[in-house]
């Protein structure tokens, strides 16, 4: 079964540009989630999908983030305009429904100068 | 600060145990998970924990859950270099959703 895939793995841009994540999750899985994760720190939660609707935005900083899964499957990750303190690893996650186990995806590693 | 806390570094010698520790918040949780990290790597499910559980084992692996004292332990038997990571702690909180502490970096030295 193939795991979460995401793209790019690595992006540098500098301040004040846009940037954008996309992300696969495993086939069938209802729930996606997307993570930030800065260095010396565990992932913290942006947002959250169970199929193509927001169940849980309430950490995703809205005037520069954006997300959306159209059709339930992929899911991008926007950022306009990046900011410094947006350098870090983003991680996507699914599961098949929100009370199940997530599995992650290999992080965009993203730095902003 | 992380409501998980977990201790940042543990050195190992190859072939000892390892045990790392972790204290979570809420005594709701579900699930206790944790995950492994590699270099330039996503996080990998390594176990999880059901909260009406004291202890699990799974291969190498041995998990013990202090509900009382809202403890979590990792214990990896024969610990070899490819053992060297950050492993983080998480607990379900809120619908499921994970909190994570900030990792513990295991060396393993040989």
């Known amino acids: 079964e193939a795991g979460v895939a995401q793209s790019p793995r690595y992006k540098i841009i500098e301040k004040r540009q846009s940037v954008a994540f996309w992300c696969n999750p495993i086939?069938?899985?209802?729930?996606l989630y997307w993570y930030q994760q800065i260095l010396g720190q565990g992932p913290k939660l942006l947002i959250q999908?169970?199929?193509?609707?927001?169940?849980?935005d309430s950490q995703l900083p809205k005037d520069r983030f954006s997300a959306e899964r159209l059709k339930g499957v992929d899911s991008t990750l926007k950022i306009q305009p990046a900011k410094l303190e947006d350098s870090a690893v983003y991680l996507c996650?699914?599961?098949?429904?929100?009370?199940?186990?997530?599995?992650f995806g290999p992080g965009t590693r993203l730095l902003v100068l | 600060g992380e409501d998980v806390e977990q201790s940042l570094f543990l050195s190992v010698r190859e072939g000892d145990s390892s045990v790392i520790n972790c204290t979570y918040t809420?005594?709701?949780?579900?699930?206790l998970y944790w995950y492994k990290q590699e270099p330039g790597a996503g996080l990998q499910l390594l176990t999880y924990?059901?909260?009406?559980?004291d202890m699990k084992q799974d291969q190498r692996l041995t998990v013990l859950l202090n509900k009382k004292d809202k403890h979590l332990s990792l214990r990896i038997a024969d610990t070899q270099t490819g053992d060297s990571a950050i492993y983080f702690c998480?607990?379900?909180?809120?619908?499921?959703?994970?909190?994570f502490g900030a990792g513990t970096t295991v060396t393993v030295r040989a």
């Open positions: 924990i059901f909260s009406n559980m």
């Open positions: 086939s069938g899985h209802a729930t």
């Open positions: 999908f169970q199929n193509n609707g927001v169940v849980d």
């Open positions: 996650a699914s599961s098949p429904s929100v009370e199940e186990t997530q599995y």
């Open positions: 809420d005594s709701s949780s579900t699930y």
């Open positions: 998480a607990e379900t909180v809120n619908d499921y959703k994970l909190s």
